[in-house]
Nanobody, 121 residues
Framework: QVQLVESGGGLVQPGGSLRLSCAAS????????MGWYRQAPGKERELVAI???????NYVDSVKGRFTISRDNAKNTVDLQMNSLKPDDTAVYYC???????????????WGQGTQVTVSS
């Protein structure tokens, strides 16, 4: 089975930076895309950033220019560098992967447990 393990969350002051990391463990035939979602209290879960195996990226408008997603295909890891953090960035951040577990299966979504990011003075 595929397991996504997140790290790097925590408390940071406005304007500060954090780097989230996620490692996919287990056996997977292929990983199509990896990314990060977040959910703030009282809000819907939203896509923050996603990166494909070809390193094409997409970001939600609110983080463009501040966040950078990167991926190491060989290590099956994805990172999210978050700069110029704002209180509105406070949320639980979830690692995401779209992967094919077996050769003849379709792509399946996998989720990490989530890591708390709090931006506050």
């Amino acid at each position: 089975q595929v397991q996504l393990v997140e790290s790097g969350g925590g408390l940071v002051q406005p304007g500060g930076s954090l780097r989230l990391s996620c490692a996919a463990s287990g056996i997977s035939y292929s990983i199509n895309a990896m990314g990060w979602y977040r959910q703030a209290p009282g809000k819907e879960r939203e896509l923050v950033a996603i990166i494909t195996s070809a390193h094409m990226t997409n970001y939600v408008d609110s983080v463009k220019g501040r966040f950078t997603i990167s991926r190491d295909n060989a290590k099956n890891t994805v990172d999210l560098q978050m700069n110029s953090l704002k209180p509105d960035d406070t949320a639980v951040y979830y690692c995401y992967a779209n992967a094919k577990r077996f050769r003849y299966d379709g792509n399946t979504d996998y989720w990490g447990q989530g890591t708390q990011v709090t931006v506050s003075s």
